[in-house]
């Protein structure tokens, strides 16, 4: 086949995906530039609910096994929440415990899951507060979470995620695509002229020049973005290809070995994750929802590229407190390492804060590419009529 036909075809593709699928391309990405500050925005947002009271006199922050252990008591102690399915200790001084309760029943592939949040005092032990996260609204304890579960489930479930991994395809698609039809002869005339954007007292011409040399700047970042939403909504397509040439992270649920005894506390599984890793900070226990189910335990170690609450996960025994599986990002395989790399490349951790601000700038690039390439496909469609 020569290379006109590819070429025809390619131009169909790119034109196609972009007019039926663009306003889900420009919603994704501004959602995306909006959460790449997610932790920050949604304190400013909430300073009674995610901010941590004023220490007394002397009063040390300390987040330990003791610590945790008096906040699940308290809160289980207490009809009006309950034992929680997990707790989030407080990254610093600023920040608050947040312990976490599903939902009762299965969601239906349509319908959002929500979980009730409910904010502790780290020095007060107090609640401060709660909200359902994954209900949307316009609120301030709602809009960070439902701009989270816009970009992520489209507010429908499972649905929405299979929507937004396929919606991740089309744009690697479109990305691959435009790099293909951008690309010049190897001339420095044909070369800078494809990097040029040019007026020349036409308007059709400066969108078309745009699109163009911006889509060259930014399709390789979009592609890697596109890739990472993929893996995160359809690893199924993604997992077996890595699985070819490297390992992959064993995700298979487990079950306590040891059957007799009494279960840990969330305090003493919080210990026993500290002896493996004296150096880094839990940031995450699951607690067993029944009987023979173990601990899931995150921590995050100072030399992760992942931030938040890490990437090292940690299986433990309910009732021997050891370690039944440990997913190490900085000794996983290179499949592993690889697929580890999706998510702070995608949200922009991986770089700091000049990462998550090219995040942000690239969350635009799709509104400037849907009208760009909107004007041009309309200027060219009135002038074949």
């Known amino acids: 086949m020569s290379k006109r036909p590819i070429k025809w075809l390619l131009a169909k593709l790119h034109l ?6 663009g306003a889900l391309f420009v919603l994704l990405g501004l959602t995306g530039s909006a959460i790449a500050w997610m932790p920050e925005l949604d304190a400013y947002l909430n300073p009674t609910l995610l901010q941590a009271s004023t220490p007394a006199a002397g009063q040390v922050f300390r987040v330990t096994p003791g610590t945790v252990q008096a906040v699940v008591d308290q809160l289980t102690a207490d009809p009006v929440y309950g034992k929680p399915a997990q707790l989030n200790p407080p990254a610093d001084a600023r920040d608050v415990y947040v312990a976490s309760y599903r939902q009762a029943g299965k969601p239906s592939p349509f319908s959002q899951a929500i979980v009730r949040q409910v904010m502790v005092d780290p ?21 960070m979470s439902g701009m989270f579960h816009v970009h992520r489930y ?19 698609l479109m990305a691959l695509s435009g790099i293909y039809l951008w690309w010049p ?40 973005i596109a890739f990472s939403g993929i893996y995160f909504n359809l690893p199924q397509l993604v997992v077996p290809l ?25 305090g003493a599984a919080m210990a026993a994750a500290q002896l493996l890793y004296p150096q880094a900070r839990v940031s995450r226990i699951v607690l067993p929802a029944k009987k023979n189910q173990p601990y899931d335990i995150r921590v995050r170690q100072l030399d992760e590229i992942a931030h938040g609450d890490g990437a090292t996960r940690i299986t433990l025994d309910a009732r021997s407190g050891l370690p039944l599986r440990i997913r190490d990002p900085l000794t996983a395989s290179y499949g592993e390492r690889f697929l580890g790399w999706q ?12 990462g998550r601000s090219f995040i942000t700038l690239f969350g635009l690039m799709p509104l400037l590419f849907m009208l760009t390439g909107t004007l041009v496909w309309w200027k060219r469609r009135r002038g074949r009529k």
Do not use: C, M
Not at 16 to 21: D, E, I, R, V
Not at 242 to 266: E, R
């Open 16 to 21: 196609y995906a972009g007019l039926w699928f």
């Open 123 to 143: 020095y007060t032990l107090q609640v401060k507060g709660e909200r359902d996260w994954g209900r949307f609204g316009f609120t301030r304890p709602l809009l």
């Open 154 to 172: 489209l507010l429908t479930g499972d649905a929405g995620k299979t929507v937004t991994g396929i919606s991740g395809v089309l744009l690697l």
């Open 185 to 224: 002869r190897l001339q420095w005339t044909a070369i800078k002229r494809a990097l040029t954007v040019s007026h020349g007292g036409s308007w059709p011409r400066f969108n078309y020049t745009l699109h163009k040399a911006a889509g060259f700047f930014a399709a390789p970042v979009l592609a890697v």
């Open 242 to 266: 890595v699985d070819l040439v490297s390992t992959v992270p064993d995700t298979a649920k487990l079950n306590n070995v040891q059957q007799d005894g009494a279960p840990l506390d969330a």
């Open 343 to 354: 998510f702070p490349l995608h949200s922009g951790q991986a770089f700091g804060v000049a």
